[in-house]
């Protein structure tokens, strides 16, 4: 086998996987369910459109898409960069009643919540003077 046969090989079977790859990667983007799905499935779609150029700079020995790859690598972090901070800004990421990535509350959220609640039908309301004194 020589040299340029299995950098040949080697570049059609990178291809292979990243189309695949990109496939996979817009399903992802495209169905989501979240916000943070689809931006981390955009961020894997810079990363393989990165390797996409790389085998081309090597199966043309064009090194210009060098260059570009680099580029694309910088504006894809600023770009998931600004997702961040947009869903930060946001405050939250469901989509779909009952998902996200909250979870469940923590056990003082329900403390406060029991405590905030409206005393029962069948016990009387405590007052502020209560004990025994008068208002």
Do not use: C, H
């Not at 340029?4 to 090989?9: K, R």
């Not at 496939?23 to 495209?30: D, H, I, P, S, Y």
């Not at 800004?89 to 406060?112: D, I, L, N």
Request: charged content about 15%; cysteine-free; glycine content about 12%.
């Amino acid at each position: 086998m020589t040299p340029e046969l299995i950098v040949d090989t080697a570049g059609q079977f990178a291809l292979a996987v990243l189309v695949l790859a990109t496939l996979l990667t817009v399903w992802r983007a495209v169905v989501g369910p979240t916000l943070p799905d689809r931006v981390v499935a955009l961020d894997m779609l810079v990363g393989i459109v990165i390797g996409l150029i790389a085998v081309f700079a090597l199966r043309t020995g064009y090194t210009l898409y060098v260059d570009i790859a680099i580029a694309l690598g910088l504006v894809g972090f600023l770009a998931t960069v600004a997702f961040a901070r947009f869903i930060l800004a946001r405050g939250t990421t469901r989509e779909r009643p009952g998902q996200g990535a909250s979870g469940p509350q923590p056990a003082a959220v329900s403390r406060a919540a029991k405590a905030n609640a409206k005393p029962s039908a069948g016990k009387p309301a405590k007052s502020a003077a209560g004990k025994g004194g008068k208002a």
